[in-house]
């Protein structure tokens, strides 16, 4: 069973930092592109921030220089390293593993990051 579990959200003031781990279990994590994607009420999905199986980085123009993708292969886990925190980062933050070539896609149940004074 494919499970992928976010952790580290919560409430954090304006300017400050939070680091997001997903740990996958049930696939390849090596062969699976993962990324993080965020969902504000009223907004549609969005990529933050993806990392590829060679460790190449994408980023959203909102996250540029402020958020650091990385996986670590050996705990089959992926972080977000958030800093300089907005109130606009404020979303559901997901956990994404896809292998797009097999159509193989799983999500996260998402974690809560609150940016408020």
């Known amino acids: 069973q494919v499970q992928l579990l976010e952790s580290g959200g919560g409430l954090v003031q304006p300017g400050g930092s939070l680091r997001l781990s997903c740990l996958a279990s049930?696939?390849?994590?090596?062969?699976?592109?993962m990324g993080w994607y965020r969902q504000a009420p009223g907004n549609q999905r969005e990529l933050v921030a993806a990392?590829?199986?060679?460790?190449?980085?994408i980023y959203a123009d909102s996250a540029e220089g402020r958020f650091t993708i990385s996986r670590d292969s050996a705990k089959d886990t992926v972080y977000l390293h958030m800093t300089s925190l907005k109130p606009e980062d404020t979303a559901v933050y997901y956990c994404?593993?896809?292998?797009?070539?097999?159509?193989?896609?799983?999500w996260g149940q998402g974690t809560q990051v609150t940016v408020s004074s």
């Open positions: 994404n593993a896809v292998v797009i070539t097999a159509n193989w896609d799983y």
């Open positions: 049930g696939i390849n994590f090596g062969i699976y592109r």
């Open positions: 990392i590829t199986t060679r460790g190449r980085t």
